[in-house]
């Protein structure tokens, strides 16, 4: 069964960083591709970064590249999330996902963790 488990979620102050985990488990990931996600109160679900489990360039939502880094550990099986620069419109609840390679985020294939609350005060 295969379990997405974010970590690292809190509140801090604008400006300030934290740095989201995603514990990925119950299979082999080498051909997905991992993100993260976020859902702000009232809005829909939007893509944050991604990155090729396997390895390879990552992409970024344009508003965040600069600010967020995602990096996986292979060895660990983990994804993380660096967000420096924070600000009060970061503020969502942040999801990791995984998708095979060439799908749709939002496809059936698509497995999500059960997210992480990110609240930065001004």
């Known amino acids: 069964q295969v379990q997405l488990v974010e970590s690292g979620g809190g509140l801090v102050q604008a400006g300030g960083s934290l740095r989201l985990s995603c514990a990925a488990s119950?299979?082999?990931?080498?051909?997905?591709?991992m993100g993260w996600f976020r859902q702000a109160p009232g809005k829909e679900r939007e893509f944050a970064a991604g990155v090729r489990w396997s390895g390879g360039n990552p992409t970024y939502a344009a508003a965040l590249k600069g600010r967020f880094t995602i990096s996986s550990d292979n060895a660990k099986n983990a994804v993380y999330l660096q967000m420096n620069s924070l600000k009060p419109e970061d503020t969502a609840v942040y999801y990791c996902a995984a998708t095979m390679e060439g799908r749709s985020w939002f496809g059936t294939s698509t497995y999500w963790g059960q997210g992480t609350q990110v609240t930065v005060s001004s």
């Open positions: 119950g299979r082999t990931f080498s051909s997905y591709y």
